[in-house]
């Protein structure tokens, strides 16, 4: 089976761990061609249709969580949750949509910034209400901004 980056299709993500992400659901192949050709294993990320990625300011701001609507696919692609799978034991192998190459471009950015030294997907930010007392957010994701970001 092979399959180009940018394709979905249906994974079974059982058995999870944890907060692992669970259960039969659409995954976008976001490793790349030549990866794909040559190895029995694909890098994906899954896609959640949980209304919370849509609609909590935290995941909309957040590049790590992308809005999918692909044919009958809609959902919020999970990038913190790249997984090597073989698609032959956890898939059918159809391929449900594509992505665009500009629209796996702008997530592969996205994905490569785990893997860069200095960046922080957590944002804490701290509201002054007295002298050395902060209300503190966490959530989100800033690169290098000072609200209080912590690394």
Not at 29 to 52: E, G, M
Not at 79 to 94: M, Y
Request: aromatic share 10%.
């Amino acid at each position: 089976m092979k399959l180009k980056q940018g394709a979905i299709l249906w994974i079974n993500l059982d058995p999870a761990k944890g907060t692992e992400t669970k259960k039969k659901r659409p995954c976008l192949v976001v490793s790349n061609d030549h990866y794909n050709r040559y190895f029995n294993t694909v890098l994906v990320v899954p896609i959640s249709t949980s209304d919370k990625y849509r609609t909590l300011e935290k995941y909309v701001k957040s590049p790590l969580f992308i809005k999918i609507d692909k044919g009958e696919i809609h959902g919020t692609a999970l990038l913190q949750h790249v997984r090597a799978v073989d698609p032959t034991k956890r898939s059918d192998g159809e391929v449900v949509a594509n992505l665009s190459q500009q629209e796996i471009s702008s997530i592969s950015t996205n994905v490569q910034q785990f893997f860069l030294k200095n960046r922080c997907y957590l944002l804490i930010k701290a509201k002054k209400i007295a002298p050395n007392i902060y209300i503190i957010d966490i959530g989100g994701y800033f690169n290098n901004v000072f609200e209080g970001l912590f690394c």
